[in-house]
C-alpha cells in the first residue's frame, strides 16, 4: 500500500450524509496505511429547478454541511465542506468557485502538511481544480453518467460533459466504476481501468452467523420483509412494482432504510414500511430482518441503468437472496442473483426467493463476493498510483545523460 503521500479527495457525495461510497472506503483506506488525505464534501454540479420539490431541503441540507465546515474522521482524514456558489453553466460563478475552492481547500492542505498531493476527482464540476494545488498525480473516477442525470440539478447537460471530457483529457489515471460506463468510454482508454464496487465483506456476512439481533425497527414489521437500503427517490424507486405487488402480493411487507426525497407515491400503501438512515455499523442488525434483499429500480431511466450498486455485493455477502432489476453490472453475476426483467417476473422471483432452502445458495452467493473486498481493491488502486508516480518521476527527470566516460570520448572526436 502506498504511504506517505498526500491525497485531496473532491468527492460526488457528501461523506456524513449518504450511505459510506468507494472512495469513503477508500479514502479510510489510504489514511491507516499512513497516507495524509483531505476529503472535499461533494461541490454539487449545481441546484434542482426552482420546480423541484426537494429543492428546499437539500439547500437546507447543503448548508448543515457549511456548518461543519471541517471534521476529522477516526482514521485521521479532514473532511472539509467548502462554501462554493452552486451554479457552474455562468462562467463568472465557476471563476469565482476556482477562486473560493483554491483558497479554501489549499489553506487546510498547507495546515495539514499536504504537499504536491495527488488530486482524485469523483464529480466532473472538480475539473476546473486541476493544475491548482501542485499535484503530483490526477485521478478522475467516473461513478456516473452524469450528463444524463438531470433530476438533481438543472446545469445544461453540455456543459457537464464539456468538463467531464476535460477531467479525461487531464487526468493520468481514469477509474469506471461500472461496467456499461467503462465499455462506452471513447477517450483516454489507454489509461482507463474498471474499478469495481467491493463490500466489507465481514461486516455484512455476519448477518447469517446468528449472532446478530435483530433491530426492533425491523422485528415488529410482519414477514414476509423484503429489504431495500439506500436513496429512496421517486425517480429511482420502481413504484409502480410496488404498487402490482401490493395487489397480487398483499403479505408481503416492503421495508425502504434510508434518505426518502419528496416525491414518492407509495407512502400510503399498507404493506409499505420506511425508515429513516441508520449508521453503516448498524446496517447488519436491520438486514438481519429481512427475508429477501431487494433493488426495486426504474431500469427505464437512462442514469439508472449506468448504476453499479454497492448494496448488491452487501446484500450478497449477507448470504440472503437476492432479487435486483437488471443492471449491466451485474449480469456477470447472475447465476448468485435473481434478475428480475419485468415486474411481473420481479413478483415471481421473490416467491421463488421466499421458498428457497438450499444452504449452499446461502454460501454461493457469499463466495461469490468475498474475495472483492475494499481491502483488495485498495491495494490494486494502490499498485496503479505508483507505477503512474514513477512514470511522472521519469517524465520528469527528462532524457538520462550519458555516462561521464563516454560523454568525455565522444567530446573528443
Not at 471534521?71 to 476556482?98: D, H, K, M, Q, Y
Request: glycine content about 6%.
Amino acid at each position: 500500500m502506498i504511504s506517505g503521500e498526500s491525497i485531496i479527495c473532491f468527492g460526488g457525495e457528501d461523506w456524513f450524509y449518504h450511505h459510506p461510497h468507494s472512495k469513503n472506503h477508500l479514502m479510510r483506506r489510504f489514511a491507516r496505511a499512513g497516507n495524509r488525505v483531505l476529503f472535499v464534501n461533494s461541490i454539487s454540479m449545481g441546484l434542482p429547478a426552482l420546480t423541484h420539490k426537494d429543492l428546499l431541503p437539500r439547500i437546507a441540507r447543503k448548508l448543515r454541511s457549511y456548518l461543519r465546515f471541517m471534521r476529522e474522521t477516526e482514521e485521521g482524514i479532514a473532511v472539509v465542506s467548502p462554501p462554493t456558489v452552486p451554479f457552474f453553466g455562468n462562467a463568472l460563478a465557476r471563476a469565482l468557485n476556482r477562486f473560493l475552492l483554491e483558497a479554501q481547500v489549499g489553506a487546510i492542505a498547507r495546515r495539514r502538511g499536504l504537499r504536491a498531493p495527488i488530486l482524485w476527482i469523483a464529480i466532473p464540476t472538480a475539473a476546473e481544480m486541476i493544475g491548482r494545488f501542485d499535484e503530483s498525480l490526477v485521478i478522475y473516477q467516473v461513478s456516473d453518467r452524469y450528463d444524463a442525470n438531470t433530476m438533481d440539478h438543472a446545469t445544461d447537460p453540455a456543459k457537464i460533459r464539456r468538463l467531464h471530457d476535460r477531467a479525461i483529457e487531464l487526468a493520468d489515471i481514469v477509474f469506471y466504476s461500472g461496467r456499461k460506463l467503462f465499455a462506452e468510454a471513447e477517450h483516454g482508454r489507454e489509461k482507463s481501468y474498471l474499478l469495481e464496487q467491493a463490500v466489507d465483506f465481514d461486516h455484512f456476512a455476519q448477518v447469517t452467523n446468528g449472532r446478530v439481533e435483530i433491530a426492533p425497527e425491523i422485528a415488529r414489521i410482519p414477514r414476509p420483509r423484503l429489504g431495500y437500503f439506500g436513496a429512496i427517490d421517486p425517480w429511482l424507486i420502481d413504484q409502480e412494482l410496488i404498487r402490482l405487488a401490493a395487489r397480487v402480493r398483499p403479505s408481503w411487507h416492503w421495508v425502504f432504510i434510508g434518505n426518502r426525497a419528496r416525491g414518492i407515491e407509495i407512502e400510503g400503501l399498507p404493506n409499505v414500511h420506511f425508515l429513516p438512515p441508520v449508521s453503516y455499523e448498524a446496517l447488519p442488525r436491520y438486514a438481519a430482518g429481512f427475508d429477501v434483499c431487494v433493488l426495486p429500480w426504474d431500469i427505464e431511466n437512462i442514469w439508472t441503468s449506468y448504476g453499479s450498486a454497492i448494496k448488491v455485493r452487501e446484500y450478497l455477502a449477507t448470504g440472503l437472496p437476492v432479487v435486483i432489476s437488471p443492471l449491466p453490472e451485474y449480469e456477470p453475476m447472475a447465476d448468485v442473483l435473481r434478475i428480475a426483467r419485468s415486474r411481473d417476473e420481479f413478483i415471481r422471483l421473490v416467491d421463488e426467493a421466499l421458498s428457497e432452502r438450499d444452504p449452499a445458495a446461502r454460501r454461493a452467493r457469499q463466495r461469490a463476493v468475498a474475495s472483492g473486498t475494499w481491502d483488495a481493491r485498495a491495494e490494486w488502486v494502490s499498485d496503479l498510483i505508483e507505477e503512474a508516480l514513477a512514470r511522472r518521476r521519469e517524465a520528469r527527470a527528462g532524457p538520462c545523460f550519458k555516462p561521464r566516460l563516454e560523454r568525455d570520448s565522444s567530446s573528443s572526436r
